[in-house]
């Protein structure tokens, strides 16, 4: 029965551990040990209090917003300037595959740069 016991608190601990773990992971976007900010302008990326309000993109609520910062994602110029291979990235961190395209979360950014550009 002492083993039985051991055991399931050994899994209960290894599920917790691995739980926290999953959410503190960071999106790499780029090549290297580092989050690559996606900027096509070579501006330094925008710290935290510059980050951009992400729910002005039509499927990006308050919930998904956190997500995307967690993943490294701040702005609308790192949306619009995803590839292919982010895409997959982030659809895999959100766990949410097809969002991006479905609610045309590039193009929606794209519009919203050059509303605030003019």
């Not at 989050?35 to 729910?55: F, I, N, Q, R, Y």
């Not at 950014?109 to 605030?116: D, G, M, S």
């Amino acid at each position: 029965m002492t083993i039985l016991f051991v055991l399931i608190y050994v899994a209960v601990s290894v599920y917790v551990i691995w739980w926290a773990l999953r959410g503190a992971k960071k999106l790499d976007v780029g090549h290297g040990d580092h989050v690559h900010e996606v900027h096509h302008d070579g501006t330094a990326p925008k710290t935290p209090h510059e980050s951009d309000d992400l729910t002005q993109i039509r499927g990006i609520g308050a919930v998904i917003s956190a997500k995307l910062r967690t993943l490294g994602i701040t702005s609308y110029e790192q949306i619009a300037g995803l590839d292919q291979t982010d895409i997959e990235r982030i659809n895999e961190g959100l766990n949410f595959k097809g969002r991006i395209e479905k609610e045309q979360w590039i193009q929606q950014a794209q519009e919203i740069l050059v509303r605030n550009a003019g």
